[in-house]
């Protein structure tokens, strides 16, 4: 069954055209992230939810925005999109009970900006 | 801010032969973790090293913590074809939170010639 599930899978959009991607979860974790992810590059965490507390990564563009409205589902909202924020959107998920635990990875939305 | 650094970047190996790839933190880590991510697809969680100088196998991969928790490594003995894709390192730092998100090393990608 899956545990974190993102859609949609492929989202094409236009420059300055905002869009929405969207992640669900099954397991009950009090913790979300997003992760964005170029090609050939490693993950970069852009912000994440403890509950209801977000935590913004001092990098992340202001460009980027988060809605968590309760446990199970976490939004992010990218205002004006522009050609380099084409990627591969990561959410991921963790218990958030203690630094071991590790976090499970949805499958992903491939962005396309046009 | 903390970084990881993971060697090498792509490693071409002939199918049968070992291949390992090396990570090291510029910080004490809680914890480190590996993922593998098939082209394409997703970070797929493999293992988590919690205990300085922890030891962990699966099969033909070997995992290994530092002393210090500040490095790791990964060896696959024998490599199939199985085992192409791209290995990341990852870990959160030893004095965030239970929420922190991870730092990803920027991966190793593994190409196997048959």
């Known amino acids: 069954d899956a545990m974190v599930i993102q859609n949609p899978r492929y989202q094409v959009t236009q420059f300055g055209k905002p869009v929405t991607l969207s992640c669900s979860q099954t397991l009950n974790h009090n913790v979300m992230y997003w992760y964005q992810q170029k090609s050939s590059q490693a993950p970069k965490l852009l912000f994440h939810y403890y509950d209801k507390d977000f935590n913004n990564e001092a990098d992340t563009p202001d460009n980027f925005q988060s809605r968590r409205p309760n446990t199970s589902f976490c939004f992010l909202d990218i205002r004006s999109p522009g050609l380099g924020d084409a990627a591969m959107y990561l959410c991921a998920t963790r218990t958030g009970t203690g630094r071991a635990d590790t976090q499970y990875f949805g499958p992903g939305t491939r962005l396309t900006v046009l | 801010g903390q970084q990881v650094m993971q060697i090498p970047q792509y490693q071409h190996v002939q199918e049968g032969e070992d291949f390992t790839t090396y990570c090291n933190s510029s910080?004490?880590?809680?914890?480190i973790q590996w993922y593998k991510q098939r082209p394409g697809g997703h970070p797929v969680f493999l293992i988590q090293?919690?205990?300085?100088?922890e030891v962990k196998k699966q099969k033909r991969l070997t995992f290994q913590f530092g002393e210090a928790k500040k490095n790791s490594s990964l060896h696959i003995t024998a490599t199939q074809t199985t085992d192409v894709g791209t290995y990341f390192c990852a870990g959160p730092p030893y004095s965030g939170g239970g929420a922190d998100g991870l730092t990803f090393g920027k991966g190793t990608h593994l190409i196997i010639q048959p």
């Open positions: 910080t004490t880590l809680s914890n």
């Open positions: 090293l919690v205990k300085s100088g």
